[in-house]
């Protein structure tokens, strides 16, 4: 499989250059049909229009080409992180505070291993989220947290509505 860290080297200077900011790189799919996934988007909209995309594709499949740094065949898609986008970043639970949200968690936690609830922002390291049944707030470390996404609610689509609703947000092409 591929080293997702030297490919976040390759993609990153990319992104940056054209003022995106990299939510995620990724593979998935195994052997049978893999693919590349790069989410990023603008800082001041957190938002992504097919032009950025197509650019960002074609940036990327030159050095890709070039490297050549995945083995065997795969798929390279190019999307804005969407509306439930991933939170991977530290900063992410600051930036989404006040939303709900899913955490999958890389080791039991109170007894969890998944916790639903709002996010509370970070106090520290630490990722604060309340439940929504016992209204606990629990102290999630993040290093804790093996994946975390934004829940859809009413709220959510509300506060990211698109600046613009013209054009598709995700590129894809084989490889």
Do not use: N
């Not at 591929?2 to 939510?23: C, N, Q, S, W």
């Not at 960002?56 to 190019?78: G, K, W």
């Not at 999307?79 to 955490?103: E, M, Q, V």
């Amino acid at each position: 499989m591929a080293d997702i860290a030297a490919l976040t080297k390759l993609i990153e200077p990319h992104a940056t250059a054209m003022g995106l900011r990299l939510v995620r790189v990724a593979m998935f799919g195994g052997k049978s049909d893999p693919t590349l996934q790069i989410m990023a988007e603008r800082p001041d909209t957190r938002q992504l229009v097919i032009e950025d995309c197509a650019e960002l594709s074609r940036r990327i499949s030159d050095t890709l080409d070039e490297v050549d740094p995945i083995e065997e065949a795969y798929r390279l898609e190019v999307s804005s992180p969407g509306i439930d986008r991933p939170l991977t970043r530290i900063s992410d639970y600051d930036d989404w505070a006040g939303f709900d949200a899913r955490l999958r968690l890389s080791e039991t936690i109170e007894g969890r291993k998944q916790v639903d609830g709002r996010i509370g922002g970070l106090d520290g390291d630490t990722v604060l989220i309340t439940t929504p049944k016992t209204r606990e707030t629990l102290r999630i470390p993040f290093t804790s947290i093996a994946s975390g996404k934004l829940l859809l609610t009413d709220a959510l689509i509300k506060a990211t509505a698109p600046l613009s609703t013209e054009g598709v947000d995700t590129i894809s092409q084989e490889r």
